[in-house]
């Protein structure tokens, strides 16, 4: 019996799309805290919220404020969550926007805090129907899933949607308002970003929640105490991380493993690109087949399926949620 092939199944281990970067599987602060990092499109992230104690060169932050105190502050503190040191481990500190201006740094070296287009970025690239042009709002119904660490060690029940399909592995670590009061920990993330509002007493923030999978871009006054995730390298201008090529239709989409197109494939290739941006896997297509299997080695989550004509182009791309 006479069989033919589909597609060809090829292994390959690095992609960017703006060049190739490589994390490194842990970094440190000035204080020998170790971080574990993920790559996530063409950014390395920290998976956990910063412990740090002292700037970059050693100047220690304030802290140890009560209510009042830590209201009335101007310059750079930390605290932990309900100023319990035993918070720590879990969640990391909560830093008010003081400490994320200050020009000693608090990341660790080469790494900053992101910027408010950096996190409209990562939305973006994790939804692209997400609303980044926005001020206060819901930006996207699904990121906030993608990010969050799953089960309820770190979150309250229902924990909605959470995946950690990124590998992100966001926490809810509450937050400690301007009047000094702590509200939301195993309940919200707040992330902060290093863009100031122009109003000069606000900056800009990422809320994710244990309610539903949303992400919301938020302000805070500048004495709030928020978490801090830190990202490699120069900060960039802002926008969307841009993707050539039109949308390629597929359904189901959540899926199990069969993909069928609107529209026939053209001769190339097809690549599964994993959330943090590695090509896992990539597959030749032949003009008019409208549908193709993944094999059983490609593991369920979020993906990015890219394809290419026979010149190597880009001519289309398409999320995708592979469930089993």
């Given amino acids: 019996m006479k069989c033919s092939a589909l597609f060809l199944i090829i292994q390959c281990w690095t992609f960017s799309s703006a060049g190739q970067i490589s994390c490194p599987p842990f970094i ?6 170790s971080y574990p ?3 996530i499109g063409n950014h390395c992230w920290m998976q956990e919220n910063l412990k740090v104690t002292r700037y970059n060169n050693g100047d220690s932050l304030l ?5 009042a105190a830590w209201a009335a502050l101007d310059s750079g503190a930390y605290c932990y969550y309900n100023n319990s040191p035993a918070n720590n481990p879990m969640f990391g500190k909560l830093y008010n926007w003081f400490a994320v201006a200050d020009p000693r ?3 660790p070296a080469d790494w900053r805090v992101p910027t408010d287009s950096e996190w409209k970025a990562l939305v973006y690239y994790l939804d692209n129907s997400a609303d980044t042009s926005c001020s206060l709002c819901l930006q996207s119904f699904t990121a906030g899933g993608l990010l969050k660490e799953t089960g309820f060690a770190r979150w309250n029940a229902p924990n909605a949607l959470a995946s950690n399909a990124t590998g992100f592995t966001a926490s809810a670590g509450g937050t400690r308002d301007q009047s000094g009061g702590f509200w939301g920990n195993m309940q919200r993330m707040q992330i902060w970003s290093s863009t100031a509002h122009v109003n000069g007493t606000h900056a800009y923030n990422v809320i994710i929640q244990n309610q539903n999978g949303t992400t919301y871009r938020h302000e805070d006054y500048f004495a709030e105490g928020n978490s801090i995730r830190c990202i490699y390298g120069n900060s960039m201008t802002g926008g969307h991380e841009n993707h050539p090529g039109k949308l390629q239709h597929l359904y189901p989409n959540p899926n199990k493993g069969r993909i069928f197109s609107e529209q026939p494939f053209t001769n190339g290739t097809m690549k599964v690109i994993a959330a943090q941006g590695t090509c896992i896997l990539q597959m030749k297509t032949i003009n008019g087949i409208q549908s193709l299997h993944l094999p059983e080695t490609v593991p369920n989550g979020f993906y990015i399926l890219q394809f290419e004509n026979e010149k190597g182009e880009l001519t289309g791309t398409q999320k995708l949620f592979l469930i089993r």
Avoid at 28 to 33: E, L, T
Avoid at 63 to 67: A, D, E, T
Wanted: hydrophobic fraction near 25%; charged fraction near 10%.
């Fill in 28 to 33: 440190s602060d000035i204080d020998g805290n």
């Fill in 37 to 39: 990092t993920i790559q």
């Fill in 63 to 67: 802290s140890g404020f009560s209510n």
């Fill in 105 to 107: 740094g608090l990341c």
